[in-house]
């Protein structure tokens, strides 16, 4: 069973970084799609950035530019860089593999003065 383990979450100033990480406990990276998704109660999940098996990349608007979803398949891990980050990036961060629909137990994310 894939497990996935989510770190690199924390508390950061409005205009500052995080880089964010998701392992993988085995190969499971070569051959699914992955998403990064964030959430603040009670506000619904909401997709963030995913990369394909090919490494094609997407963002939805209110991220991108700011936002990079990258993948290391040789360790297993997919990560999230985040720029100029602002106080309504705050929240929950989880990836998913789109493949089998597993999720990570998340990190978390504060963006804040």
């Known amino acids: 069973q894939e497990q996935l383990v989510e770190s690199g979450g924390g508390l950061v100033q409005p205009g500052g970084s995080l880089r964010l990480s998701c392992a993988g406990s085995?190969?499971?990276?070569?051959?699914?799609?992955m998403g990064w998704y964030r959430q603040t109660p009670p506000k619904q999940r909401e997709l963030v950035a995913s990369i394909t098996r090919s490494g094609i990349t997407n963002y939805p608007d209110f991220v991108k530019g700011r936002f990079t979803i990258s993948r290391d398949t040789a360790k297993n891990t997919v990560y999230l860089q985040m720029n100029s980050l602002k106080p309504e990036d705050t929240g929950n961060y989880y990836c998913?593999?789109?493949?089998?629909?597993?999720w990570g137990q998340g990190t978390q994310v504060t963006v804040s003065s």
């Open positions: 085995g190969s499971i990276f070569s051959d699914s799609g």
């Open positions: 998913k593999l789109f493949g089998s629909g597993r």
